[in-house]
C-alpha cells in the first residue's frame, strides 16, 4: 500500500470570484484526494492529501485553471499526512493579510444567456443572471475576501433554490456572490425624468419603446449609468449632442452582435475575438463614408467608429425585446436591426454618475427618464476603450488588475496627472491601476479622485510607504499627493511627465536596463520650466536624461493655442517669413496674433508633438478650433487613412547636432497647395522617417538600439504602424505600451515605478 502524502499550496492571482474553490474541489474528488481548499488574504489556500500518482496529477490539471482566473505564483510546500483524514472540502475563508487580486467585471456568459432566453427557464428574462463565470466583481465589492457580506449584495438574502446552488460545489453558481433570481435578487425599475416611478408591467418592453420613439434614457449598468438613445435616429444623436454640450466628440455605439456590426465598421479575426471577450470593450475600428452619412452625429470627420457588445443581461434583453422575444440564443448570430448609441451619462468631463439620486440630480435636463435597479455600485467603473491592441481608456473588464512589475519594492501610491487621471498602488512586484478617473478640470472629479484613492486603499488593503505625482505643482493630483504624504510624513516623489511615460513602458515590459525613450504627447512640465511634448530620452529606471526635443513652436495665447490651431498656423507662417499669406488666408484677426508673436507676448514656446499635429491641419485647412482634445489629429489621420499610403518629403526635417528635430520645412511644404488628404498622408510619412532618424541619431552617442514608445500621440495608429515597421526592419527593439494606456491614463503606472526605484534621500 502507497503510504499517502500530503501537501501545502498557496496560490496567488486572479483566483476568487472566479469558481476557483469549486474547480479544486472537482480535481480533487476526481482523485480521491482528501484536504481542503479555501480563500484567504493573499489567494488561495489548498492543503491535499493522497497518493504520489494522484497528487502529481493533480497539480498538473491545478494549472489550467478555470476561463476567468489567472495563477500568479504557485508554492508547494510538505507537509505531514493526516491520520484520520476526511474527504475533500471546501473550507470557510481564512484570514491574513490581504494580497488577494480582485477580479474585474465581466460579460454574461452563454450558459447563463441560455437562461435568460429560455421561456422554460426560473431565470428567463432576469436582468441579473450570472454565475461564477460571469457578472460583477470590482464593482460591488467593497472589501476582500471576495464574499457575499463583503458586497452589495449582503442585503439580498437567496431563497432556497438560489441557496441549494450557492452551496453546491458541483453548480456553477457555488458561492457565485452575486447569484440571485427573480424571487430573492435585484429588480428593475423605470423613472420619468423627476426620478419618479413609472408602474409598467415590463420595464425592458416599456424602455425599448420610449427609445424607438426617440428619448435619451439614463440606464444603470455595471460600473455607472450609461446615456442610450436610438443611434439612427439622427434628431435624437443631436438633441443629446445638445443637451452635453458635446459638439463633436464621437459616440460609441452597440450592436446585439458581430453579425449587426458587419454593416457598420470593418475587422480582422483579432478584433472581433476582443470584442466578444469577457472584457467587452469599446473598441474603435475603421468605419467607411458611407457608413459615416448612415450614422451622421455618431463619429463626425473620424475614420473609426466606436463598437461594443452587450455585456449585462439587461443590454441583451433590449435586443431581445427589439427581436420579438425569440426563444434560445440563435438570434445572437443572426443580424439585427436595432442599433444603440451608449455614452457615460455625466454632464461634460465629469465623473459618471453611479446612483439613483446623483442620477436624478446630474442628469437634469438631459435624459428623459431613468431604467435603474436596487443593487448598489460600490466603484465607479466607465468602459474600456481599445484601438487595436492599445488601450486609450483602461478600465471596465481589465481594471483593477494587477499588472506585473520586474522586481518587488515599497508599497507605493502614485497620483497621475492633470488628463485622464488614474491613479496607482503597488504591492511587492503588482501595480494596481485604478479605472479612468478623468480630467481634474472640475471639483467633481476631483472628489473623484480622493473616493477611488481612498476605495482602492480599502479594497486591496495597501499602506503607502512611498507617494508620487507629476513634476507640476499645481495640478490636483500633486497637490493631493503633497497632503496626503505630509499628513503621514512620507517621501513624496516628483517625476517628470515623459520619463513618466517611457517608466510605464518599461514596468510593464519588465525592462531592467537603459533604453531609449520616444514620448510624444500634448503636454508636460519639463525639468527646465518648459512646455515639453516632443522627448528624446534615456531612461535608466529613476534616472532620466534629456538627449533632444522637437524644434519648439510659438503658442500665441498659451493654452488658447491647443484650442485654436489656426493660430499655430499664423505662427508658422509667421516664422517662414510669409506674412503676406496670414493676412489672406486669416483677415483682420491675424493682426494681435502677429503683434504678440513679433513682440514675443504671451507667445511661450513649446516642443509639443501634439501642437505639431494641430500646427499641421491648420496650415491644410483642415480645422481651425479643437472642440474636444485630439480632434485636429484624429481628423488629420482620418484624411491620411482615406488618402491611402504616400510618400514621406526626404527634405521635410532638419536634424541638429544638439539633437533639435526640426519639422519647420515640412509644415512649409504642407502650407503650399497640396491637398489634405495628400497633406496628411505625407506628414505621417514624414514625421515616422525623421522620428526614425532621430532615433538613429540617439543610437549613435549612446549605442542603445531599444527604444520605448510612450506618450498619447501613440495612439495614432498610422504613425505608430509605420514607425515600428521602419525601426524593426532596422534592427530596433521596439517597446510600446500594451497594459495601460500610452497617453495619460498610463502615468501614475510610470510615476509609481520611478517612485520605487528612487533610493530614499
Same mark, same amino acid.
Not at 470557510?92 to 456568459?109: K, Q, R
Not at 485654436?564 to 488666408?585: F, Q, S, T, Y
Not at 497640396?674 to 510619412?685: D, K, L, V
Given at each position: ?25 472537482? *480535481? ?38 478555470? +476561463? ?121 425599475? *423605470?423613472?420619468?425624468?423627476? @426620478? ?116 449585462? %443581461? ?11 422575444? %425569440? ?70 473588464? #481589465? ?11 515599497? +508599497?507605493?501610491?502614485?497620483? @497621475? ?37 481612498? #476605495? ?12 508620487? #505625482? ?76 534629456? *538627449? ?5 513652436? %510659438? ?88 488618402? @491611402? ?103 501614475? *503606472? ?12
Amino acid at each position: 500500500m502507497t503510504t499517502p502524502q500530503r501537501r501545502a499550496i498557496q496560490i496567488s492571482g486572479q483566483v476568487q470570484g472566479v469558481g476557483f474553490r469549486p474547480f479544486v474541489y472537482r *480535481l480533487a474528488v476526481a482523485r480521491r484526494l482528501s484536504g481542503f481548499v479555501r480563500n484567504d488574504g493573499a489567494g488561495v489556500t489548498i492543503e491535499i492529501q493522497g497518493t504520489p500518482a494522484a497528487l502529481n496529477d493533480f497539480l498538473r490539471a491545478l494549472r489550467q485553471p478555470p +476561463p476567468l482566473a489567472r495563477i500568479d505564483a504557485l508554492d508547494i510546500s510538505e507537509l505531514t499526512p493526516h491520520q484520520m483524514e476526511p474527504a475533500f472540502v471546501i473550507a470557510a475563508s481564512g484570514a491574513g493579510t490581504i494580497s488577494a487580486d480582485i477580479t474585474p467585471d465581466t460579460a454574461v456568459c452563454e450558459d447563463c444567456l441560455a437562461e435568460l432566453f429560455d421561456p422554460g427557464d426560473r431565470r428567463y428574462r432576469y436582468p441579473f443572471v450570472n454565475c461564477t463565470n460571469c457578472g460583477p466583481r470590482y464593482t460591488i465589492t467593497a472589501a476582500l475576501p471576495y464574499d457575499r457580506h463583503n458586497t452589495s449584495m449582503a442585503g439580498f438574502v437567496l431563497c432556497s433554490a438560489c441557496a441549494r446552488e450557492y452551496h453546491d460545489p458541483d453548480d456553477r453558481r457555488f458561492h457565485a456572490q452575486p447569484n440571485a433570481c427573480p424571487v430573492c435578487g435585484p429588480r428593475l425599475s *423605470l423613472r420619468d425624468a423627476t @426620478g419618479a416611478s413609472i408602474d409598467v408591467d415590463d420595464v425592458i418592453a416599456a424602455a425599448l419603446e420610449r427609445l424607438l420613439a426617440g428619448e435619451i434614457l439614463a440606464i444603470k449598468g455595471l460600473g455607472g449609468f450609461h446615456l442610450v438613445c436610438d443611434a439612427q435616429n439622427t434628431a435624437t444623436v443631436a438633441r443629446l449632442r445638445r443637451r452635453k454640450q458635446r459638439d463633436a466628440k464621437p459616440f460609441a455605439v452597440m450592436a446585439a452582435n458581430l453579425a449587426s456590426l458587419a454593416r457598420w465598421v470593418e475587422g480582422d479575426e483579432a478584433d472581433r475575438q476582443r470584442l466578444a471577450s469577457p472584457q467587452r470593450p469599446i473598441m474603435l475600428l475603421r468605419h467607411d463614408l458611407d457608413s459615416d452619412r448612415r450614422l451622421p452625429g455618431i463619429a463626425p470627420g473620424l475614420a473609426h467608429l466606436g463598437v461594443m457588445l452587450p455585456y449585462t %443581461p439587461l443590454h441583451y434583453l433590449l435586443f431581445h425585446e427589439a427581436a420579438g422575444r %425569440p426563444a434560445g440564443t440563435r438570434w445572437l448570430t443572426q443580424p439585427q436591426p436595432l442599433l444603440l448609441l451608449m455614452t457615460s451619462a455625466n454632464p461634460g468631463g465629469e465623473p459618471l454618475v453611479i446612483d439613483d439620486e446623483e442620477a436624478t440630480r446630474r442628469l437634469q435636463g438631459i435624459a428623459d427618464g431613468f431604467v435603474t435597479h436596487n443593487r448598489a455600485i460600490l466603484a465607479r467603473c466607465e468602459d474600456s476603450v481599445v484601438t487595436g491592441h492599445i488601450f486609450i481608456r483602461r478600465a471596465r473588464g #481589465h481594471t483593477p488588475q494587477a499588472i506585473r512589475l520586474p522586481q518587488a519594492g515599497p +508599497p507605493t501610491l502614485a497620483l @497621475g496627472g492633470y488628463l485622464k487621471n488614474t491613479l496607482c498602488l503597488t504591492r511587492d512586484d503588482r501595480a494596481y491601476l485604478s479605472p479612468h478617473i478623468g480630467s481634474l478640470d472640475n471639483a467633481a472629479t476631483c472628489r473623484a479622485l480622493e473616493e477611488a484613492m481612498a #476605495h482602492l486603499q480599502d479594497i486591496l488593503r495597501i499602506t503607502p510607504e512611498r507617494v508620487a #505625482h507629476d513634476l507640476h505643482p499645481d495640478f490636483p493630483s500633486s497637490r493631493l499627493a503633497a497632503t496626503y504624504a505630509a499628513e503621514r510624513d512620507l517621501p513624496c516623489i516628483a517625476v517628470q511627465h515623459h520619463h513618466a511615460h517611457i517608466a510605464a513602458v518599461a514596468a510593464e515590459h519588465g525592462l531592467r536596463e537603459p533604453v531609449l525613450g520616444l514620448a510624444l504627447d500634448g503636454v508636460g512640465l519639463g525639468t527646465d520650466g518648459g512646455i515639453w511634448g516632443g522627448e528624446l530620452l534615456r531612461v535608466d529606471g529613476a534616472h532620466c536624461e534629456r *538627449l533632444g526635443h522637437l524644434r519648439p513652436l %510659438p503658442l500665441p495665447g498659451g493654452d488658447r493655442a491647443a484650442r485654436e490651431p489656426w493660430r499655430l498656423a499664423v505662427a508658422v507662417l509667421h516664422l517662414l517669413g510669409r506674412n503676406a499669406e496670414i493676412d489672406r488666408r486669416f483677415g483682420a484677426r491675424a493682426t494681435v496674433i502677429q503683434h504678440m508673436l513679433e513682440r514675443r507676448i504671451n507667445t511661450p514656446e513649446t516642443s509639443s508633438a501634439g501642437r505639431l499635429f494641430d500646427a499641421a491641419a491648420a496650415v491644410l485647412g483642415v480645422r481651425e478650433t479643437n472642440d474636444y482634445e485630439g480632434q485636429t489629429a484624429m481628423e488629420l489621420e482620418a484624411l491620411a487613412h482615406r488618402h @491611402g499610403p504616400a510618400r514621406p518629403l526626404a527634405a521635410g526635417f532638419i536634424l541638429h547636432d544638439d539633437g533639435v528635430l526640426d519639422l519647420l520645412p515640412l509644415l512649409a511644404a504642407l502650407a503650399g497647395d497640396m491637398e489634405p488628404g495628400q497633406g496628411a498622408a505625407r506628414f505621417h510619412a514624414t514625421l515616422a522617417l525623421a522620428l526614425g532618424e532621430w532615433l538613429r541619431w540617439a543610437s549613435d552617442r549612446t549605442g542603445l538600439k531599444r527604444v520605448a514608445l510612450g506618450g498619447g500621440c501613440f495612439l495614432n495608429r498610422l504613425l505608430s504602424a509605420q514607425l515600428q515597421t521602419r525601426l524593426e526592419t532596422a534592427g530596433w527593439q521596439v517597446w510600446t505600451a500594451r497594459q495601460a494606456p500610452p497617453n495619460d491614463g498610463g502615468l501614475s *503606472l510610470g510615476q509609481a515605478w520611478v517612485a520605487m526605484l528612487t533610493k530614499p534621500a
